[in-house]
Structure formats: structure tokens, C-alpha cells
């Protein structure tokens, strides 16, 4: 698995311009990682909560598209989401959050890699 992390400075509106801070996070999963997402039903795994958006009207998230959760199927079906915060502090602290979910995202997809069902004799 691979995330890269974009960052941007954007603003909206003509005469008082409103700036914000755009961070967008592209996943790209191995076909190995993408077997044992779909082998091991984990689409539904929610890999983050997100805060409501701050303003989703003027910062490019509709609020019927915009997602609390971010679940696995949404980081392969769409290759990742993005986040708008209205301050660089806020952007940091939301990317950092992200960084420090990754090892969790891992440790889930390797405990179901190779998992397979074999028959068993239990003598009690």
C-alpha cells in the first residue's frame, strides 16, 4: 500500500475571498492488498471518522457526498478522499491524524492476508 498526500491553498469567492486548505490522500493497493480486502469482506472496514466539513457549501464538499466515515471500499473504489480545513494548523493536525491511522490500516490488512479455513480434528 501506498498513500500520497497533496496539499493546497484555495480560495473561493469574487469580491471577499475566502481561503481554505485543501489536503487530498490517493491510496494505491497492491493486487495482493486488493485480494485480501475483498477475499476477507473487509469494504465496510471504516478506516477513519472525519469531523463534519466547516463549511461544506463553500469549500467543494456537497454535504450528500461528503462521508464521516471512510471505509475501505471508498479507498478502492474511489482511490482515496480529500479533506478541506480553514487553517494550515487545522490541514497538519487532520494530515497527522491520517499518518497515524496507517499502521492500524496495515496491522488489519496483514492479519487477514493468508488467512485460510482448514479442516481440524479437536480431541478433548
Partial sequence: MRVEIKHSE??????????FF???FNFI???EEKGIIAEADLGPYTFLEREPPFDSKDYGEPDK?????VTLRKLLNDGGFHHASPSRRQAWD???NV???LP???A???????IALENESIEL
Avoid: H
Avoid at 10 to 19: A, F, H, N, Y
Fill in 29 to 31: 493497493f497492491s493486487e
Fill in 108 to 114: 488489519v490488512l496483514d492479519k487477514y492476508a493468508g
Fill in 65 to 69: 457526498a461528503y462521508e464521516y466515515e
Fill in 10 to 19: 484555495q480560495s473561493k469567492g469574487m469580491i471577499s475571498k475566502t481561503t
Fill in 22 to 24: 485543501r489536503t487530498e
Fill in 104 to 106: 492500524n490500516l496495515k
Fill in 99 to 101: 499518518k497515524e491511522q
Fill in 94 to 96: 487532520f494530515t497527522r
